[in-house]
């Protein structure tokens, strides 16, 4: 059992950056590959990014890739997601979720594939 809690959303302009965490309380954080997904209003969550359990093969969206960083820090447990251009269109609540993983380089790209879920931060961008 893995709880995960996102944090560092907030209101920024458009072209601006923000930097979500989501802190696993787990002491076998590299168990776990982990994604970011996003649910806009009125919208079906979707996927945005995704990281194997040991770090090495992540993938991204093709509608974020080249602006959002997925990257983990297992000694501190911490999964990151460094969102930089933002656009009004990546406004949503973001989500970090988990899944034990036996493979250390496999990635999941597909909601149902995770089992842990965090309550969301909400991500905000003005035009």
């Known amino acids: 059992q893995v709880q995960v809690v996102e944090s560092g959303g907030g209101l920024v302009q458009a072209g601006g950056s923000l930097r979500l965490s989501c802190a696993a309380s787990?002491?076998?954080?590299?168990?776990?590959?982990m994604g970011w997904f996003r649910q806009a209003p009125g919208k079906e969550r979707e996927f945005v990014a995704a990281?194997?359990?040991?770090?090495?093969?992540?993938y991204s969206t093709e509608f974020v890739k080249g602006r959002f960083t997925i990257s983990r820090d297992n000694a501190a447990n911490t999964l990151y997601l460094q969102m930089n251009s933002l656009k009004p269109e990546d406004t949503a609540v973001y989500y970090c979720?988990?899944?034990?993983?036996?493979?250390?380089?496999?990635?999941?790209?597909?909601?149902?594939?995770?089992?842990?879920w965090g309550q969301g931060t909400q991500v905000t961008v003005s035009s």
């Open positions: 990281v194997s359990r040991s770090g090495e093969m992540s």
């Open positions: 979720a988990a899944v034990r993983a036996l493979s250390r380089s496999r990635y999941y790209t597909r909601r149902s594939e995770y089992d842990y």
């Open positions: 787990t002491g076998t954080f590299s168990s776990y590959a």
